[in-house]
């Protein structure tokens, strides 16, 4: 390094949240290099399983083969096996065929209506040759109501219409196709830091200070007991600098200032169920250190382990 400076950074992650389907976390110690990366490879190089060939026996639904096949590949399959699996261009088992047990999984799906009433397939009818991979079930993940115990629903059928079909599973990537991200939402924002003037918040009026902070959209300030702005919730900030455009309107430019770490980051991950959200992140982060160690320039390039290793101890640990 030149000049005895040191550039290597030690990402640290605190969990704020953390659910099946939802994790809010704290990345600090970095820049927007990083987060953004971690954020594109939860969306796009994570890998889940999905549904990639389908095979149509009988169907004499309203919906045409192709739209079947389409909401078939959409439906998320439980993926924790997703990375020791093999992707089937790879697969030597089968030559690349993709219809092997290391590279696949085979779903069946037969339904037919028996009676007046309209018959509702659903992803529960999707029998799987492997027991870990499987159509997810919503009504395991806590927030979701009773009423998707019943699953995805593929197609409606009536009285003598009949769908069967056999359909093949595969390990894939988001950057091929949005079916095999594991994400359905990944979003991080600058935290922001409020400091207030003390002394030029004395010269308000009760009014000007209410005025103040309604300005804002979201619930950032507040007055507390003792008629005193405080900051309520800093991370409610939008960045929409209404409260600084009202405090100049008032001739008090300087009143609040408003800046964002540049080394702190507040991610939000929401998972499709195709894996938990911690998982999702934990796979980021070694998919994200092997693609450091790809690029290393020498045997002196400090390794991706030793800087996102414990991040991924800390994930396990919390």
């Not at 954020?39 to 796009?44: G, L, Y």
């Not at 095979?55 to 079947?68: G, K, P, Q, T």
């Not at 990375?83 to 261009?89: A, D, I, L, N, V």
């Not at 509702?120 to 799987?128: A, G, I, W």
Request: hydrophobic residues 40%; charged residues 30%; negative net charge.
């Amino acid at each position: 390094m030149d000049g005895g400076i040191s550039y290597q950074r030690f990402p640290r992650v605190k969990i704020r949240e953390m659910k099946d389907d939802y994790l809010k976390f704290e990345l600090r110690d970095t820049d927007a290099s990083m987060a953004n990366a971690l954020r594109r490879v939860m969306i796009a190089e994570v890998p889940t399983i999905a549904i990639d060939l389908v095979e149509i026996e009988v169907n004499s639904s309203v919906l045409n083969d192709e739209f079947l096949a389409h909401r078939l590949g959409l439906i998320p399959l439980t993926s924790e096996r997703a990375m020791s699996m093999r992707f089937s261009r790879d697969c030597d088992a089968c030559d690349g065929d993709g219809q092997c047990e290391f590279c696949s999984v085979e779903f069946h799906l037969r339904a037919k209506c028996h009676s007046d009433q309209t018959l509702d397939v659903t992803s529960k009818d999707l029998y799987s040759s492997d027991h870990s991979v499987v159509p997810v079930d919503f009504s395991d993940i806590a927030g979701h109501d009773s009423s998707e115990q019943r699953g995805i629903i593929i197609v409606k059928l009536r009285r003598g219409q009949e769908l069967r079909l056999r359909a093949i599973a595969r390990k894939g990537i988001g950057k091929d196709h949005a079916k095999w991200s594991p994400a359905a939402t990944v979003t991080f924002m600058y935290e922001p830091e409020i400091h207030i003037n003390e002394e030029m918040m004395q010269t308000l009026t009760l009014e000007e200070k209410m005025a103040l902070v309604e300005s804002s959209p979201t619930k950032v300030l507040g007055v507390d007991s003792n008629q005193q702005v405080v900051v309520v919730d800093p991370e409610a900030y939008t960045y929409d600098d209404e409260v600084l455009k009202k405090a100049e309107s008032m001739g008090k430019p300087g009143l609040i200032e408003i800046n964002a770490r540049e080394d702190s980051f507040i991610f939000t991950v929401e998972s499709t169920g195709a894996m938990k959200a911690s998982q999702l992140l934990l796979n980021a982060i070694e998919i994200l250190k092997q693609k450091l160690d790809a690029v290393r320039l020498s045997e002196d390039t400090v390794e991706a382990d030793d800087q996102f290793g414990e991040l991924g101890a800390h994930m396990r640990g919390g």
